[in-house]
């Protein structure tokens, strides 16, 4: 069973910096993608960036050029480095494994979620 476990958030000020930690926990052959997610109450959960196989990234237009992801494979862990953060980024952010490859499966993961609150 993989479990996904957040870590890093919390209240940070204005033009601020966090990082985000997902470790991946289990027998993982491979992750095909791993990705952040934000959701603010009330509205739908977003795409904000996400990191393939192969390096690629992708990342939501408002936080280009401010937020980094980046992976550990040897640790199945995959970090958000978000610099020059506004308050529109308040939000629980959770962390996705897509196709996570297992001894006895191919699934998707969610982590349970970590609060961001930037906020004079």
């Known amino acids: 069973q993989v479990e996904l476990v957040e870590s890093g958030g919390g209240l940070v000020q204005p033009g601020g910096s966090l990082r985000l930690s997902c470790a991946a926990s289990?027998?993982?052959?491979?992750?095909?993608?791993m990705g952040w997610y934000r959701q603010v109450l009330g509205k739908q959960r977003e795409m904000v960036a996400t990191?393939?196989?192969?390096?690629?990234?992708d990342y939501s237009d408002s936080v280009k050029g401010r937020f980094t992801i980046s992976r550990d494979d040897a640790r199945n862990t995959w970090y958000l480095q978000m610099n020059s953060l506004k308050p529109e980024d308040t939000a629980v952010y959770f962390c996705?494994?897509?196709?996570?490859?297992?001894?006895?499966?191919?699934?998707?993961?969610w982590g349970q979620g970590t609060q961001v609150t930037v906020s004079s």
């Open positions: 990191l393939n196989r192969r390096g690629q990234t």
């Open positions: 996705h494994g897509d196709h996570i490859a297992t001894p006895e499966s191919v699934s998707d993961y």
């Open positions: 289990g027998t993982i052959f491979s992750i095909r993608v």
